[in-house]
């Protein structure tokens, strides 16, 4: 079964609004999370880290005042795409280590896609 | 940089073997896995090797990792029509993943 879980799976939303993705690790507690980004057709991009209880790491390139990460627990990071616009459509996927597995092992969450109108 | 590199697309027969390839340039990576992606949906880990490892098999997947050349390489012996997907390799350093390109891999009857 599903270790890392997303909501929500599918969103449109109309340009200028914010939408909220969360990333949920499913009995097991994850002080990292991470961020892809994939684009149809193409290889997943790292957006950034999400560290609980402190910022969030964004790789070069992510403006991190439109992607806003919030890691409040050691369970679920939220990814906020503010005043989103068309080019943010893109397919959203959250990571998380898993204890116990294989060391620097991560299971993926099922996705996000977003739509931008 | 680090570019992680693998062909488009592989089409084989049901039952044949599926062999995909992947080129990486960072040698210093300690894990090199290999995701399994349907459509629309999120990444499946398959397998992994350490760098340390030559080979390592699981079922139906061998895995082969040649260092030197920085070459890894994913088998899938028997391949069925449920194997159709995009595979992803990936290499680690500390808990950062970059992937590879994707091969699509087609299954035909």
């Known amino acids: 079964g599903a270790v890392v879980s997303q909501h929500p799976s599918r969103v449109i939303c109309k340009s200028g609004t914010s ?27 790292l957006m950034a880290t999400s560290n609980e209880g402190s910022k969030a790491t964004y790789e070069q390139g992510v403006e991190k005042d439109k992607f806003l990460i919030n ?3 050691l369970t679920l990071s939220t990814l906020t795409v503010t005043s989103a616009h068309p080019e943010d459509s893109s397919f959203y996927i959250c990571s998380a280590p898993f204890p116990g597995g294989a060391r620097e092992t991560q299971y993926f969450g099922p996705g996000t896609r977003l739509l931008v109108l | 940089g680090e570019d992680v590199e693998q062909s488009l697309f592989l089409s084989v027969r049901e039952g044949d073997s599926s062999v995909i390839n992947c080129t990486y340039t960072d040698s210093s990576s300690t894990y090199l896995y290999w995701y399994k992606q349907e459509p629309g949906a999120g990444l499946q880990l398959l397998t992994y090797i350490f760098s340390n490892m030559d080979m390592k098999q699981d079922q139906r997947l061998t895995v082969l990792l040649n260092k030197k050349d920085k070459h890894l390489s994913l088998r899938i012996a028997d391949t069925q029509t449920g194997d159709s997907a995009i595979y992803f390799c990936a290499e680690s350093k500390g808990n950062k993943l970059t992937f590879g390109t994707g091969t699509q891999l087609k299954v035909e009857l």
């Open chain 1, 71 to 73: 890691h409040a627990s």
């Open chain 1, 19 to 45: 939408v909220k993705i969360e990333c949920r690790s499913l009995d097991f507690q994850a002080t990292t999370m991470f961020w892809y980004r994939q684009f149809p057709k193409q290889s997943l991009m």
